[in-house]
């Protein structure tokens, strides 16, 4: 047996076949006939021997066998064509040479295209052996055998995929049988392309192409009224104050032209930027709620997802950690936040109030919240660094604002009390109102706008949505819990908002649905704040949830299908209640809102609407006051679910009650610690119940005493009973123990048993309340 030879043949790159080795052991010598290598010859596309793979892959046809050759702009298809004197060659002398070719292919050839550098040895096609490497140590020969074998895999996938892509373009017409079948694969591909949104509206906006990317890849096919209003003036350098029913998209309207700037700017400056020390903000948004402010930035950040650059989005809400916000800032380009914790980080940093003096844009969004009392100082400061001005500086020096740098002022709100320009001006009376003219005038005088500011109004009609359903329950003052339970039992599976105007009555409604396993959740300004985005992060991935909230949920909040609200509480004002209902109905979505009310609360509901209305009852021409719809509720429903409510409301106040008093014991102890003095709870417990005896909220103090009392034993007896009720079905007529006697529909009950409500009842038609 001879041994092989040392020399090795190592794969060669594209191009003719390689010369074989005159060493190979075991192959015999190929006689003189065998040398003549097979010509080559280039044919057009339609004369190639196409072959079906099958109807199942739309017609598609391959070809083997086939080089695709790129000259300059011009692709050729080049074949083999072999000689007759080849068959004679011995079986062996074809295996070996379908072997070499095997081991040869790199992909798809490619001549040499000018302005590229082709290896010698490439262009002769002459193979690399390991004679020609023989100065190398083993080491470097198999580095350099390596790094070989990846360059050539990367430049042949390389040249496959050119040679496809510009083969495909000339010959996508080919598409009858036994001709070029890529044609077919590029209308499939543009068929594809064309199931994409249609951006004409977008285009119309005069947007640059990236932030139109952007907007496609949110899904957005058009813009809505106050979007098609408002971007173009804000693009034109315009100071906007923007006025747009809930869910219109006031975010995107003031949030694209931002990042339209920046992208403007970073192109144009982004070799000064790199060498600048500090990096300045360019938008400062400024929003009354933590959870509008993430909102605000998670809608800001999804429009720049994907852009090769991006400016940076910081979120600035209290209750997280300061110095992280800090490191935040110091490379933020878009600045959103509230005015509390803002402020907290701009008191005594110069520097960063500096960088903030330099904004382009300033924006104000739910400007009628954001300036009512509580917030209205922090606001006031913010702006006033901002202008390098005190704010209870002398209001009749202009010379300040002569040097200010220019600055775009944008205010969007779905409501503007009458009361605001007052407030923000500091003086007037509360309840004193203007013309519009003298309210935007002293807006203008707050805010500190640079030039006059162009008014937008995008729903002149009325600021509810035209797909929101208003209703009415009358109940009594304490049967609320009983009558908001019948709603959320008799419209199953909804997600649902409760708004109520205190955190005592979120604390207590929250613990007394999941009693009655109600997947609910609790949200008021009194929680921290992981809380609270536990709470609205839950509350958005179950579709059957329920968000137990204070109006601090009322603003701007966009959580997708909410699909009613019930005011357990009726709100103070009607801009709460168009915030309030607004939450659901968005876009072109429909909802319902449902107001709870006692007897004495009728007349001033019915009011409230009915000023809410009037815009667009004027706008319509009719004097007819607006009446809001009471909605029947069988009260025979409402009776047999009592039992339930009772106990769930006796667990849930028990607990609150313990909680409670806990907390005040612990609270005293720590008092008369300090005060060195000795606590005694009974003592101390005794002297203010005769101190309040007969006085105002002394039933509520006995009912919680009472609560108190209870011992863990009659706590888990009332549980179990609860238990017990929530486990049998209410039944409404049908009797179960004659069931048989022919009276009673038992298809009627099968159906019943397959519905959403069929858990709950036994018999009875007409559950829902026509929603």
């Known amino acids: 047996m001879l041994l092989p030879s040392k020399k090795r043949k190592l794969p060669a790159a594209s191009g003719p076949t390689p010369k074989r080795s005159k060493a190979t052991a075991g192959t015999p010598k190929p006689n003189a006939k065998s040398k003549k290598v097979a010509s080559r010859r280039t044919v057009d596309a339609a004369a190639l021997a196409w072959q079906s793979v099958g109807e199942d892959f739309g017609g598609l046809e391959v070809i083997t066998g086939v080089d695709v050759v790129k000259d300059g702009q011009k692709v050729q298809f080049v074949v083999k064509e072999r000689q007759h004197n080849e068959t004679d060659r011995t079986p062996e002398d074809q295996n070996a040479r379908e072997q070499d070719e095997e081991e040869s292919f790199e992909g798809f050839g490619e001549d040499a295209v000018e302005g590229e550098d082709v290896d010698s040895r490439q262009a002769r096609g002459t193979a690399v052996t390991v004679e020609d490497q023989g100065d190398q140590n083993p080491a470097q020969k198999q580095a350099a055998s390596k790094a070989e074998a990846k360059e050539k895999k990367k430049a042949g996938a390389q040249k496959h995929k050119q040679a496809v892509d510009v083969a495909r373009a000339p010959l996508s017409k080919a598409s009858t049988p036994g001709s070029n079948s890529f044609g077919a694969l590029a209308e499939i591909a543009q068929d594809q392309e064309d199931d994409g949104p249609d951006l004409a509206d977008w285009v119309a906006l005069d947007l640059s192409p990236r932030i139109l990317s952007g907007i496609a890849k949110l899904g957005f096919d058009k813009p809505t009224a106050i979007q098609k209003m408002a971007i173009p003036a804000i693009v034109a350098g315009e100071d906007v104050i923007g006025k747009a029913q809930t869910g219109s998209g006031k975010t995107l309207a003031f949030g694209i032209p931002i990042v339209e700037k920046w992208l403007e700017a970073n192109d144009d400056q982004h070799v000064e930027s790199s060498d600048c020390k500090t990096k300045m903000p360019m938008a400062l948004v400024l929003s009354p709620t933590r959870e509008l402010a993430k909102q605000l930035g998670d809608h800001l950040k999804a429009l720049c997802e994907g852009l090769p650059t991006a400016p940076y989005v910081c979120v600035v809400t ?97 409501t503007f009390d009458k009361d605001l320009q007052t407030k923000l001006a500091g003086r007037g009376k509360p309840g004193s109102s203007g013309s519009a003219e003298e309210r935007l005038a002293y807006l203008m005088k707050s805010i500190k706008f640079r030039r006059e500011p162009k008014f ?224 005694d709870a009974d003592e101390f417990e005794s002297s203010t119940a005769g101190g309040a005896r007969g006085g105002r909220g002394g039933g509520r103090r006995r009912k919680e ?41 038992v298809a009627a009950l099968l159906r019943e048993r397959e519905s959403a409500t069929g858990g709950i009842f036994l018999g009875g038609d007409n559950l829902g309340l026509g929603l």
């Open 318 to 414: 209290g209750g997280l950690s300061i110095q992280k916000q800090q490191r935040q800032l110091a490379k933020a380009d878009i600045i959103v936040g509230t005015p509390g914790r803002l402020w907290e980080v701009m008191d005594g940093d110069l520097h960063f109030q500096e960088s903030l003096t330099r904004l382009k844009f300033l924006v104000v969004d739910e400007a009628d919240r954001l300036f009512k009392a509580g917030q209205f100082k922090e606001a006031e400061d913010i702006i006033g660094a901002l202008d390098r001005k005190d704010p209870e500086a002398d209001e009749n020096d202009d010379d300040a604002d002569t040097q200010l740098p220019p600055r775009q002022t944008l205010v969007f709100s779905a």
């Open 456 to 679: 937008i109004d995008a729903n002149p009609v009325t600021q509810l949505a035209d797909k929101l359903r208003e209703g009415l329950i009358e109940c009594g003052a304490m049967e609320k819990d009983l009558y908001l339970y019948t709603i959320l039992v008799l419209n199953p599976n909804r997600r649902t908002l409760v708004f109520t105007n205190s955190i005592s009555a979120v604390r207590r409604l929250a613990p007394f649905l999941q009693n009655l396993n109600l997947a609910s959740l609790p949200l008021h300004s009194q929680m921290a704040q992981k809380a609270r985005l536990r709470s609205l992060e839950r509350f958005t991935a179950a579709r059957n949830s329920i968000l137990v909230a204070t109006d601090v949920a009322a603003r701007g909040l966009d959580i997708k299908e909410v699909e009613q609200v019930i005011h357990y509480h009726v709100p103070r004002s009607a801009d709460t209640y168009i915030h309030r209902s607004g939450r659901t109905a968005r876009g072109d979505r429909s909802g319902v809102s449902i107001m709870l009310c006692s007897p004495d609360e009728v007349l001033p509901t019915r009011r409230l609407a009915a000023k809410v209305h009037a815009e667009r009852s004027s706008a319509s021409g009719s004097r007819r006051q607006h009446v809001i719809q009471s909605l029947p509720v069988d009260r025979k429903i409402a009776s047999r679910l009592r039992p339930r409510v009772d106990l769930a409301k006796r667990v849930a106040d028990a607990v609150l009650a313990k909680e409670k008093a806990n907390g005040d014991d612990a609270w005293l102890r720590a008092a008369a610690e300090d005060l060195g003095v000795e606590y």
């Open 705 to 745: 005493k009472e609560a108190r009392a209870l011992t863990k034993a009659e706590m888990g007896a009332l549980k179990a009973q609860l238990r017990e009720e929530l486990s049998h079905r209410v039944n409404l007529g049908v009797s179960e123990r004659y069931i048989t006697g022919g009276r009673v529909d």
